[in-house]
């Protein structure tokens, strides 16, 4: 039996999207219940050179919809990037995973062979709808939400692996 694109990335990002919002809710609970400023974990990274969680949260946003949109043959919704509140990240989340789910299987179905091209560092890259999805999109959109997973567990969040997967 075949995945469809869509099966492959609709429903992906929807769930992954989810699991992430839960944890956001986590990442707040724990800064409420321990007297962190939450503005503390939305503006904490990794590293110096690394985007912090608000960014990550927004780039992860930006993958998802850009790449259903992209597969859809559809304008990729824009979004200013100005949150800097889990509410607001929450927000944030919560429209993208709306249109992911306006998104339908015969507008992304068929997209395999599909030219998607974006500008990288100034460049056009081209690659085919299925390679775009399997080897940049979803690997581009799991970085981002597993490093913002990272900085919220790194600044001590409780937080699993059944966090990051969701339960079945």
């Given at each position: ?34 007297k ?21 949260i ?13 597969l ?10 100005t949150?800097t ?6 927000e ?10 306006g ?16 500008k ?45 997967l969701?339960?079945?």
């Amino acid at each position: 039996m075949s995945i469809s694109m869509y099966q492959a990335s609709i429903p992906v990002f929807v769930r992954i999207l989810g699991n992430l919002s839960t944890i956001l809710d986590k990442g707040l609970a724990h800064a409420e219940a321990k007297k962190i400023d939450p503005s503390v974990f939305v503006s904490a990274r990794l590293a110096p050179d690394m985007h912090p969680l608000a960014r990550q949260i927004q780039i992860a946003s930006d993958a998802a919809k850009g790449a259903a949109a992209r597969l859809a043959g559809v304008d990729v919704p824009s979004f200013p990037d100005t949150e800097t509140t889990f509410g607001e990240l929450r927000e944030r989340i919560a429209k993208t995973v709306d249109f992911l789910k306006g998104v339908t299987p015969d507008q992304v179905d068929g997209s395999e062979e599909r030219t998607i091209t974006l500008k990288i560092r100034g460049e056009d890259v081209h690659f085919p709808g299925q390679a775009f999805l399997l080897f940049f999109a979803l690997p581009n959109f799991f970085f981002h939400v597993t490093t913002a997973y990272d900085i919220l567990r790194h600044n001590g969040v409780e937080l699993g692996k059944m966090d990051f997967l969701g339960r079945p």
